[in-house]
């Protein structure tokens, strides 16, 4: 079994800050990419980043200059740091990432999902 725990949501002001974290437990033979994702009401899920194991990263266009994604391979952690929060950002962000289990098996996992509110 593999899970992916989310936590940092909240509600902030705009221009504001927030770091989301997303740690990968479980049995766990090696995690490829990861990625943050996130969701408006009414909208398809969309990506916001993702960093794979060697550290290439990619970015969406509306969060360039602004969010910056990270990981931790000993701690199985990825961190999304968000800077100068826009109300457009506001959304249900989740974590995803590819993962080999001990029983050499490869899939996606997704976390449970943090909602993040922009609103003065």
Known sequence: QVQLVESGGGLVQPGGSLRLSCQASGSIFKIYTMG??????????ELVAR????????????VKGRF???????KNTVYLQMNNLEPEDTAVYYCNAHIVTLLLAGSDYWGQGTQVTVSS
């Open 68 to 74: 910056t994604i990270s990981r931790d391979n000993a």
């Open 51 to 62: 960093i794979t194991s060697s550290g290439t990263i990619n970015y969406a266009d509306s």
């Open 36 to 45: 943050w994702y996130h969701q408006a009401p009414g909208k398809q899920r």
